[in-house]
């Protein structure tokens, strides 16, 4: 908990990358807001979600396979890692691995240099709740789309206008679901305004 780590989240073929915070509860962060609506569609169909966690986006698992070739020092996995990875998650690594962090990095097998850079490359993380509605950045669900015109009046019940988070829309991170919410609003109140004329 309270680590923060630039990382590749993979739910299924889909792969957002960017800050993960690790807390008591989860993880959070863009790359998982992202997701979380497909994510959650999961859990509730089949009571939990497999996600895999790239703690090193930034390097293809080639280039860490050279590394720990290449390290001729005397030196632990433990230690090898400080360099790239943050030290609360080094050995939650480790144990998934299933490496002695006091082993020294000579004396890895290849079966275990493998499972090492697999283990930090998709780490193995499974979903098997989401937060309430306070904790929500947005939501989804709401009326559908095809009972809403172009202006964004029921097609239900005429003169009912719907915009926003009424609607069954969640954008990406980033201001676009503010976006919509305020675009469908102006759109929605030209109309009304060009009713009244």
Do not use: M
Not at 22 to 34: A, M, W
Not at 86 to 114: F, M
Not at 135 to 143: E, I, K, L, N, R
Request: with cysteine; charged share 30%.
């Amino acid at each position: 908990a309270g680590v923060r780590a630039r990382a590749s989240v993979r739910f299924g073929s889909r792969v957002e990358t960017g800050e993960v915070q690790f807390r008591d509860d989860g993880i959070s962060g863009i790359p998982v807001l992202q997701q979380s609506s497909e994510v959650i569609e999961e859990i509730l169909k089949k009571k939990s979600a497999d996600l895999f966690l790239d703690l090193l986006p930034d390097y293809p698992e080639k280039t860490l396979k050279e590394l720990l070739d290449r390290n001729r020092k005397e030196t632990s996995v433990e230690v090898f890692l400080r360099g790239w990875l943050n030290r609360k998650l080094i050995l939650p690594v480790l144990k998934k691995a299933r490496i002695y962090g006091n082993t020294e990095v000579n004396a890895l097998s290849g079966e275990e240099r493998e499972r090492l850079v697999r283990t930090v490359k998709a780490y193995p993380y499974t979903v098997t709740g989401f937060g309430d509605f306070e904790a929500s950045q947005v939501t989804g669900g709401g009326v559908p789309l095809s009972e809403i015109s172009d202006d964004f009046e029921s097609r239900i019940v005429p003169g009912l206008y719907i915009t926003g988070e009424l609607l069954d829309v969640d954008g990406k991170c980033g201001g676009y679901n503010l976006h919509f919410a305020f675009g469908s609003g102006r759109l929605s109140a030209d109309a009304i305004v060009k009713g009244l004329a």
